[in-house]
T-cell receptor, first 114, second 113 residues
Framework: DGGITQSPKYLFRKEGQNVTLSCEQNLNHDAMYWYRQDPGQGLRLIYYSQIVNDFQKGDIAEGYSVSREKKESFPLTVTSAQKNPTAFYLC?????????????FGQGTRLTVV | GNSVTQMEGPVTLSEEAFLTINCTYTATGYPSLFWYVQYPGEGLQLLLKATKADDKGSNKGFEATYRKETTSFHLEKGSVQVSDSAVYFCALERDTGRRALTFGSGTRLQVQP
């Protein structure tokens, strides 16, 4: 089945640690995205990538880093510089070279700082 | 910049009631408009979309019409079911520049039997 997979579903981070969230897709989509979801604030764009080996900052990139070495994969690292990392993180992918296409979302990773 | 404003929730309705969730947007050019739905503990799924003025998107009994004159894309359903309980997000995507969705804050719908 084609889809987008995020792992782990739940992740706990100690203060000062970096953690990496995984996102893999087998939909052959060029574009991939990371969003952060906080209660009452909707989804905010962290980083996005429209092609392999290229990515762009979104609206809240500070304290996060990404890589796009393969078309299928777009991991997100939450660094110790992110002061309030507890949130629900969603990865998405879509075909970008045709407009108005549907974005497909993963099931999300809930990150909690302990 | 681009922005999407949705009515605050939660919206609580009885089964078979009429639903309206308001959504207005600010964007340059001719954005595409979307409604996504999120069930508890899951990612988002596309519910419907409209790509130009006066287009009507529809799916599973839900409808929304792209109104450029009022910059609105209100979601409606004539008769809600308990299974419609979820969080609904209005979103836009510009036709130029950054090809990423801009989301509203979401509206939680609770349908009671």
């Amino acid at each position: 089945d084609g889809g987008i997979t995020q792992s782990p579903k739940y992740l706990f981070r100690k203060e000062g640690q970096n953690v990496t969230l995984s996102c893999e897709q087998n939909l052959n989509h060029d574009a991939m995205y990371w969003y952060r979801q906080d209660p009452g604030q909707g989804l905010r764009l962290i980083y996005y990538s429209q092609i392999v080996n290229d990515f762009q900052k979104g609206d809240i990139a500070e304290g996060y880093s990404v890589s796009r070495e393969k078309k299928e994969s777009f991991p997100l690292t939450v660094t110790s510089a992110q002061k309030n990392p507890t949130a629900f993180y969603l990865c998405a992918s879509k075909t970008v070279w045709t407009v108005n296409t549907e974005a497909f979302f993963g099931q999300g990773t809930r990150l909690t700082v302990v | 910049g681009n922005s999407v404003t949705q009515m605050e929730g939660p919206v609580t309705l009885s089964e078979e009631a009429f639903l309206t969730i308001n959504c207005t947007y600010t964007a340059t050019g001719y954005p595409s408009l979307f409604w996504y739905v999120q069930y508890p503990g899951e990612g988002l799924q596309l519910l419907l979309k409209a790509t130009k003025a006066d287009d009507k998107g529809s799916n599973k009994g839900f409808e929304a019409t792209y109104r450029k004159e009022t910059t609105s894309f209100h979601l409606e359903k004539g008769s809600v079911q308990v299974s419609d309980s979820a969080v609904y997000f209005c979103a836009l995507e510009r036709d130029t520049g950054r090809r990423a969705l801009t989301f509203g804050s979401g509206t939680r719908l609770q349908v009671q039997p």
